[in-house]
């Protein structure tokens, strides 16, 4: 098992990375301080791990109960976080509950914000189970559901006790997911270490077919350069914004197309290669860096392509509404070669238009 730290003074935490976790008792019920217990998972997550968990738990004397909500995207709203709070208060949890993320990105999310809010806070524990949540969104505190309005727009910054990633987990993962779950890894390539970008291309066919040593590997990794910029910037008042690479570009195909026709990730990657252009033209990356982002991306099977239907005009209608929501602030996250990147504001639209028609 491998054990980092996200360095935030008196709110560190530990995150476990290996295989047979959700197993071990000892492991699971090591940062529950009480003995109240509430799991929140899913309709498709619960019946894959939810026994396991339990028995970890249970047997080391914690008394749990469990909310299982439907799943998808379109459910992280207020009305379901609302089930969250229904259960713990019927179920009389007190300040000293410890609540449990069984689940992807979206329970991940849901269960940090009710145990954000719930009784002023109390303490949580992700156990993520895709490697989209593996790799990124259980790490750094941003909890949040939608509203009608906006992706994310009501939330807080909350740290969990600890992050539990068991690897096993992702063999259950539909293919697709997986894949999207990538487009967040080849990220931190990108913006950040050039020797794993390179490691990625390499090991390829290893991490596709889960080989165990490359993903607690690869998992390590990623978690350790998401930890190190969150330990800079936790509020994302600078470094922590690289980590949205591709995202504007990404969030505009997602919101155009609506939820779930694009998974997230695969938003990312067309994204990302918009914004290689972009990078391209400005002569911050190479024409061989372009086409290797590219390649990365289409051969672990993410679209390198905008939807064929989405117009110059549509990118720009949705990263106006974007650009009011951030007070003004649109920035884009440009590559400096592979291994580094940068915030960029100014860009002229003819820059911008060429590389959404042309990349
Ligand atoms: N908080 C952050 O910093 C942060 C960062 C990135 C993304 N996010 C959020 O994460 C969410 C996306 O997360 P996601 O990609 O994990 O999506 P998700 O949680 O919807 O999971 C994808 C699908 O896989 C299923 N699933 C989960 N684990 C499984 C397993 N082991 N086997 C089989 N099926 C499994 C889920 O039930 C779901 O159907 C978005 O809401 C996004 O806003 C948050
Ligand atoms: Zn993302």
Redesign the pocket.
């Known amino acids: 098992m491998k054990l980092l730290n996200v360095q935030l003074g008196d709110r560190s935490y530990p995150i476990y990375i290996g295989q047979n976790l959700l197993s071990d008792s000892q492991l699971m019920s090591q940062h529950v301080t009480g003995t109240q217990v509430m799991v929140v998972t ?1 309709t ?2 619960a019946p ?2 939810l026994e396991q968990v339990l028995q970890s738990l249970e047997s080391a004397g914690k008394n749990v109960d469990v909310v299982t909500l439907p ?3 379109s459910y ?1 709203n207020l009305e379901t976080l609302n089930i969250i709070f229904d259960q713990l208060l019927s179920k009389k949890h007190g300040r000293d509950t410890s609540i449990i993320a069984l ?7 849901m269960a940090g914000f009710a145990a954000s809010c719930y009784q002023r806070g109390v303490e949580f524990i992700q156990i993520p ?2 490697v ?2 593996q790799v ?2 259980s790490v ?1 505190g ?3 559901v939608n509203h009608p309005l906006g ?2 727009m009501i939330g807080a910054f909350y740290q969990p006790q600890a992050v539990v990633i068991d690897i096993d ?2 063999a ?3 293919q697709r ?1 997986f894949a ?2 990538m487009a ?1 890894v080849i990220k931190y390539g990108i913006i950040w270490d050039n020797e794993f970008y390179q490691w990625l291309i390499k090991h390829r066919t290893e991490i596709q077919s889960l080989s165990s040593e490359h993903l607690i590997q690869m998992i390590e990794r990623c978690c350790a350069i998401k930890a190190d910029v969150v330990a800079q910037d936790e509020k994302e008042h600078g470094v922590r914004a690289l980590l949205n690479l591709g995202h504007t570009f990404g969030h505009a195909i997602e919101s155009e197309q609506g939820y779930g026709k694009w ?3 695969e938003a990312v990657a067309a994204g990302t290669v918009i914004a290689a252009k972009t990078a391209l033209t400005m002569n911050r990356i190479t024409p061989s860096e372009f086409d290797s982002i590219k390649d990365i991306f289409s051969r672990y099977s993410l679209p390198i392509v905008k939807p064929a239907d989405m117009s110059t005009e549509q990118f720009m209608e949705h990263m106006a509404i974007d650009k009011k929501v951030l007070a003004g602030k649109l920035r884009f996250i440009l590559p400096q070669g592979i291994g580094h990147a940068d915030v960029v504001s100014g860009i002229d639209n003819s820059t911008l238009s060429d590389a959404i028609e042309n990349h």
């Open positions: 899913n498709v997550v894959l791990y799943d998808g995207e992280k689940g992807g990105g979206v329970i991940g999310d189970t895709t989209l949540s990124d969104s750094g941003k909890t949040a992706k994310n987990c992702l259950t993962l539909p997911e999207a779950g967040e998974l997230h990730g």
